[in-house]
């Protein structure tokens, strides 16, 4: 079992920064895949940013140039650094730790982000 704490919602004005944070717990495995999603009402969850425990990075098309995402393999944490903040960016964020070996996905309860125009 996997267990995942995030922090670092909240509400901030379009065009400003915020960083979220995400510490996993439990039976890490050294090959794992971090990530971020996120879910606005009415809309599925999309991935924003991917990191692979060797350092490669995915984002999503509406995030790239804006968020980036890193971790830090000793303390098992994973961040994402939002900037340019925009309306659409408004969604609960869900961190994800996904075990590379048995492809499971564990998800962490999420943080609120709201972005005011």
């Known amino acids: 079992q996997v267990q995942l704490v995030e922090s670092g919602g909240g509400l901030v004005q379009a065009g400003g920064s915020l960083r979220l944070s995400c510490a996993a717990s439990?039976?890490?495995?050294?090959?794992?895949?971090m990530a971020w999603h996120r879910q606005a009402p009415g809309n599925q969850r999309e991935l924003v940013a991917r990191i692979y425990s060797g350092g490669s990075t995915n984002y999503g098309d509406s995030v790239k140039g804006r968020f980036t995402i890193s971790r830090d393999n000793a303390k098992n944490t994973v961040d994402l650094q939002m900037n340019s903040l925009k309306p659409d960016d408004t969604a609960v964020y869900y961190c994800?730790?996904?075990?590379?070996?048995?492809?499971?996905?564990?998800w962490g309860q999420g943080t609120q982000v709201t972005v005011a125009s």
């Open positions: 994800s730790y996904m075990d590379y070996i048995t492809m499971r996905t564990y």
């Open positions: 439990g039976s890490i495995r050294s090959i794992n895949v």
